[in-house]
C-alpha cells in the first residue's frame, strides 16, 4: 500500500508501505510483516531516490514482525521519526492483527544513507498498544500519539520526547489544562512549530460546555526547555 502515510519539509519526502487495509479476508495472510519508508531528497529541480528504511534487526536475527511500520511519519531536517504501533484501531468489520511492539523509530541521514539513531518503545510511556498511531517532529523534539484499542471509553494520550546529546529523553504526559476533558480523538492532529506542540482534538469538552455532541479544539503546548 505505498503511500499509506507521507511526510515531507520541502527537502525530504518519505513514503510508508504498509498494508492498512481492512476486509482482506482471506488475504490478509499474506500481509506485508515487514514494510519499508521510501525516501526522496530534492535536488536541483528533481527528486533523487535516496533508497528506504526498514525496521531494524533484531539483535537474535529474528524475522521482522512489525506490520504497521510506517503507519506515521514525520520529517525534520536530517531526522525521520517513524511510527510503528503493534495494531491499529479496530473497525466495526475486523480487528486488526497485533505485530511485535508498539515502537516509534528514529533515523539519522549521514550523507546520502539513513541510519538508525533510536528506538523508542512504547512502554517507555504506555502498556497502550497503538502507541506510534500519530508522530510530529521539529528538530530536537518528537511528539507521538498513543491510545488503548482494548479500552473504548479510555482518552488517547500524547507523549514528548527530547533529543540531547544524540539520545532521546522522556517520556512528558502533555495533559490538558483544568477543565478539559480530552477523547479518544486527543492527538488525531499533531504538528511542532517554533517549540509549540499542537494537538488537535475533535472529541475535547471544555467544563463551560454543556451534554450533547463534543465542539472539539485545538490545545497549544509551549516548549519552555
Given at each position: 500500500?505505498?503511500?499509506?502515510?507521507?511526510?515531507?519539509?520541502?527537502?525530504?519526502?518519505?513514503?510508508?508501505?504498509?498494508?492498512?487495509?481492512?476486509?482482506?479476508?482471506?488475504?490478509?495472510?499474506g500481509r506485508e510483516?515487514?514494510?519499508?519508508?521510501?525516501?526522496?531528497?530534492?535536488?536541483?529541480?528533481?527528486?533523487?531516490?535516496?533508497?528506504?528504511?526498514r525496521t531494524p534487526?533484531?539483535?537474535?536475527?529474528?524475522?521482522?514482525?512489525?506490520?504497521?511500520?510506517?503507519?506515521?511519519?514525520?520529517?525534520?531536517?536530517?531526522?525521520?521519526?517513524?511510527?510503528?504501533?503493534?495494531?491499529?484501531?479496530?473497525?466495526?468489520?475486523?480487528?486488526?492483527?497485533?505485530?511485535?511492539?508498539?515502537?516509534?523509530?528514529?533515523?539519522?541521514r549521514s550523507g546520502?544513507?539513513?541510519?538508525?539513531?533510536?528506538?523508542?518503545?512504547?512502554?517507555?510511556?504506555?502498556?497502550?498498544?497503538?502507541?506510534?498511531?500519530?508522530?510530529?517532529?521539529?528538530?530536537?523534539?518528537?511528539?507521538?500519539?498513543?491510545?488503548?484499542?482494548?479500552?473504548?471509553?479510555?482518552?488517547?494520550?500524547?507523549?514528548?520526547?527530547?533529543?540531547?546529546?544524540?539520545?532521546?529523553?522522556?517520556?512528558?504526559?502533555?495533559?490538558?489544562?483544568?477543565?478539559?476533558?480530552?477523547?479518544?480523538?486527543?492527538?488525531?492532529?499533531?504538528?511542532?512549530?517554533?517549540?509549540?506542540?499542537?494537538?488537535?482534538?475533535?472529541?475535547?469538552?471544555?467544563?463551560?460546555?454543556?451534554?450533547?455532541?463534543?465542539?472539539?479544539?485545538?490545545?497549544?503546548?509551549?516548549?519552555?526547555?
Amino acid at each position: 500500500s505505498f503511500g499509506t502515510a507521507f511526510a515531507g519539509d520541502g527537502q525530504t519526502v518519505a513514503v510508508g508501505s504498509a498494508d492498512t487495509r481492512f476486509t482482506l479476508k482471506e488475504q490478509r495472510l499474506g500481509r506485508e510483516r515487514d514494510p519499508r519508508v521510501f525516501l526522496w531528497s530534492r535536488v536541483g529541480t528533481a527528486w533523487r531516490l535516496d533508497g528506504f528504511v526498514r525496521t531494524p534487526p533484531s539483535p537474535n536475527g529474528a524475522p521482522a514482525d512489525a506490520m504497521w511500520f510506517g503507519v506515521s511519519l514525520a520529517v525534520s531536517g536530517d531526522t525521520l521519526a517513524v511510527g510503528s504501533p503493534a495494531t491499529l484501531m479496530p473497525r466495526p468489520s475486523e480487528v486488526l492483527p497485533r505485530s511485535g511492539v508498539p515502537m516509534v523509530h528514529v533515523f539519522r541521514r549521514s550523507g546520502d544513507r539513513w541510519m538508525p539513531e533510536a528506538a523508542i518503545p512504547g512502554l517507555s510511556a504506555t502498556p497502550a498498544l497503538c502507541f506510534g498511531l500519530e508522530v510530529a517532529l521539529e528538530g530536537d523534539l518528537l511528539a507521538v500519539r498513543s491510545v488503548d484499542p482494548e479500552r473504548m471509553d479510555a482518552p488517547a494520550s500524547v507523549w514528548l520526547y527530547r533529543r540531547s546529546n544524540g539520545a532521546w529523553g522522556g517520556p512528558q504526559e502533555l495533559v490538558p489544562g483544568k477543565g478539559i476533558t480530552r477523547g479518544r480523538g486527543y492527538g488525531l492532529g499533531l504538528a511542532i512549530g517554533g517549540g509549540r506542540v499542537f494537538v488537535g482534538d475533535g472529541t475535547a469538552r471544555g467544563a463551560d460546555e454543556g451534554a450533547g455532541p463534543a465542539p472539539g479544539m485545538v490545545l497549544v503546548f509551549e516548549d519552555r526547555g
